[in-house]
């Protein structure tokens, strides 16, 4: 039993210690690097839910093309946080829609010198299905 048991170990131990290593970030999340810049997006967005019957107002009248201000009244909303939990407003604790986020973001001046530098867009905590556009832009390889 107690040869069993430690075969079982040898075999299991480098995969749980690798998991164990997963879990504390050190797999496949972006860190920084001498040759790897992050910008976190966290903190307050503007925010509104598509609260038309259809669920569709914000495409029919391209809210992204204009600040989501002008499209009506918007909320701040943190980021990273539950829209659903964050509000006063009773629509949003059930609400299942189109929700828009906006941000504008000042790039740092050596992702914008260089035109073959990479950016990646990480989106960390959407959930479901989300679109990302740049600037009016649809991002067709961003869709999640």
Partial sequence: MAR???VAWAALGPLLWGCALALQGGMLYPRETPSRERKELDGLWCFRADFSHNRRRGFEEQWYR?????SGPTLDMPVPSSFNDISQDWRLWDFVGWVWYER???LPERWTQDLSTRVVLRIGSAHAYAIVLSQGLLCPEHIL
């Fill in 104 to 106: 504008e973001v000042i």
């Fill in 66 to 70: 204009r600040p989501l201000r002008e």
């Fill in 4 to 6: 069993r048991t430690a």
